[in-house]
Nanobody, 129 residues
Framework: QLQLVESGGGLVQPGGSLRLSCAASGFTLDKYALGWFRQAPGKEREGVSCISLSSDDRRTYHDESVEGRFTIARDGAKNTVYLQMNRLEPEDTAVYYC????????????????????WGQGTQVTVSS
């Protein structure tokens, strides 16, 4: 069984922080480019932060809206990818999904969510006072 499971979402005040986790089973994440995506009500799913294959240069890509606030990282030993979110804003409210793809660069993955090979079920992030 191939599966991705997100966790760490919740309710946070503006300016606060959250750390999301995505744990994989059934396959090894270090063979894939990885990404975090989000979907707000009434909007399409969009790429937020992505990271290249661990066998590559480990370059990352971030959407302009989160540049300098979000950080993506992988832990090969735990077969897990993380998203550290700082200085959260109400506009960050969405369901956040992790995804993995074996054939795309970090930038390409974030720009083309429809080509993701494996999806998690998502975790809700709500930023409100």
């Amino acid at each position: 069984q191939l599966q991705l499971v997100e966790s760490g979402g919740g309710l946070v005040q503006p300016g606060g922080s959250l750390r999301l986790s995505c744990a994989a089973s059934g396959f090894t994440l270090d063979k894939y480019a990885l990404g975090w995506f989000r979907q707000a009500p009434g909007k399409e799913r969009e790429g937020v932060s992505c990271i290249s294959l661990s066998s590559d240069d480990r370059r990352t890509y971030h959407d302009e809206s989160v540049e300098g606030r979000f950080t993506i990282a992988r832990d090969g030993a735990k077969n897990t990818v993380y998203l550290q979110m700082n200085r959260l804003e109400p506009e960050d409210t969405a369901v956040y999904y992790c995804g993995a793809d074996s054939g795309l660069t970090a930038e390409a993955l974030c720009r083309m969510p429809k080509f993701v090979d494996y999806w998690g079920q998502g975790t809700q992030v709500t930023v409100s006072s």
